[in-house]
């Protein structure tokens, strides 16, 4: 069984960094790709960062020249290093993962459980 499990979120004061780990587990094939989200009570989640299948990375208008996305392949994780937090990046922050279980079956996204960051003013 496949897991993603992300850590490293925290309560912390505005102008301060945190990094988020997201490492996947289990019994799989290959990681396609790995992305960032994130998401505060009554909205829609929003991609904060990910990298294309061309090894370019995205990240959300709000957070670029703060937040670095970096993969660690032979580590099957992700990592996002968020410096000169804001009160709006207050979110529960999830990675998601496209991996393919075995040889030749299709890619199936996961999850991860969210990590709370907080913020403050």
């Known amino acids: 069984q496949v897991q993603l499990v992300e850590s490293g979120g925290g309560l912390v004061q505005a102008g301060g960094s945190l990094r988020l780990s997201c490492a996947a587990s289990?019994?799989?094939?290959?990681?396609?790709?790995i992305a960032w989200y994130r998401q505060v009570p009554g909205k829609q989640r929003e991609l904060v960062a990910d990298v294309t299948s061309g090894g370019i990375t995205n990240y959300a208008d709000s957070v670029k020249g703060r937040f670095t996305y970096s993969r660690d392949s032979a580590k099957n994780a992700a990592y996002l290093q968020m410096n000169a937090l804001k009160p709006e990046d207050t979110a529960v922050y999830y990675c998601?993962?496209?991996?393919?279980?075995?040889?030749?079956?299709?890619?199936?996204?996961?999850w991860g459980q969210g990590t709370q960051v907080t913020v403050s003013s």
């Open positions: 998601n993962a496209n991996i393919q279980e075995r040889r030749w079956y299709p890619l199936r996204a996961y």
């Open positions: 289990g019994n799989f094939f290959s990681i396609s790709t």
